[in-house]
């Protein structure tokens, strides 16, 4: 069974940092795409980041690029997301998603976890 | 980045309906389009691939059709369960992008 765990969501000051993790298993964690979702509270889906499968490749929605840098562990089937320069619109439930690669969608989805940005 | 449009917003019907969503694309995505659905406090889980290609353990009163910028999910007779959020999402081109999503409530 494929399972994805989020972790390192957390209420951050305007500005400050964050990393996001998500621990995989159940699936070969090197032959698959990975991407980062977000949710505003109420709100509709938002693509964020993804990496290729080596990580040589990375996407940003326009909203985050050069303030957040996802990369992935292979060794240790681990996502990250970085986050810096956090604003109060970055606040969203975080999901983390697997790519079902071949003709595409996305298969496996985490939980979330919840980051908010206040002062 | 490629905007995706989905009508209505909000659909009301009763179970045992037939309904269609309909999603368009700012540019061509070829079959390179997705649908999703969300159910409240729930992540979202793939229903259709490549436009039309229905997920392992889906029932198959959902189907999905269309290519270039035009494509509609429809549920051939709803059940109790279909009442969420559906999204579609295109994956032609990065930064992916989704529709604004359709409620679909009784």
């Known amino acids: 069974e494929v399972k994805l765990v989020e972790s390192g969501g957390d209420l951050v000051q305007p500005g400050g940092s964050l990393r996001l993790s998500c621990s995989a298993s159940g699936f070969t964690f090197n032959t698959y795409s990975l991407h980062w979702v977000r949710q505003a509270p109420g709100k509709g889906l938002e693509y964020v980041s993804g990496?290729?499968?080596?990580?040589?490749?990375?996407y940003y929605a326009d909203s985050v690029k050069d303030r957040f840098v996802i990369s992935r562990d292979n060794s240790k089937n681990t996502l990250y997301l970085q986050m810096s320069s956090l604003r109060a619109d970055d606040t969203a439930l975080y999901y983390c998603?697997?790519?079902?690669?071949?003709?595409?969608?996305?298969?496996?989805w985490g939980q979330g976890t919840q980051v908010t940005v206040s002062s | 980045d490629i905007q995706m449009t989905q009508s209505p917003s909000t659909l009301s019907a009763s179970v045992g309906d037939r309904v269609t969503i309909t999603c368009r694309a700012s540019?061509?995505?070829?079959?390179?389009l997705a649908w999703y659905q969300q159910k409240p406090g729930k992540a979202p889980q793939l229903l259709i691939f490549k436009a039309s290609s229905l997920e392992s353990g889906v029932p198959s009163r959902f189907s999905g059709s269309g290519s270039g910028t035009e494509f509609t999910l429809t549920i051939s007779s709803l059940q109790p369960d279909d009442f969420a959020t559906y999204y579609c999402q295109q994956y032609n081109t990065y930064p992916s992008t989704f529709g604004q999503g359709t409620k679909l409530e009784i």
């Open positions: 990496i290729s499968i080596n990580g040589g490749r990375t």
């Open positions: 540019q061509s995505l070829s079959t390179w």
């Open positions: 998603v697997k790519d079902r690669g071949g003709y595409g969608g996305w298969d496996s």
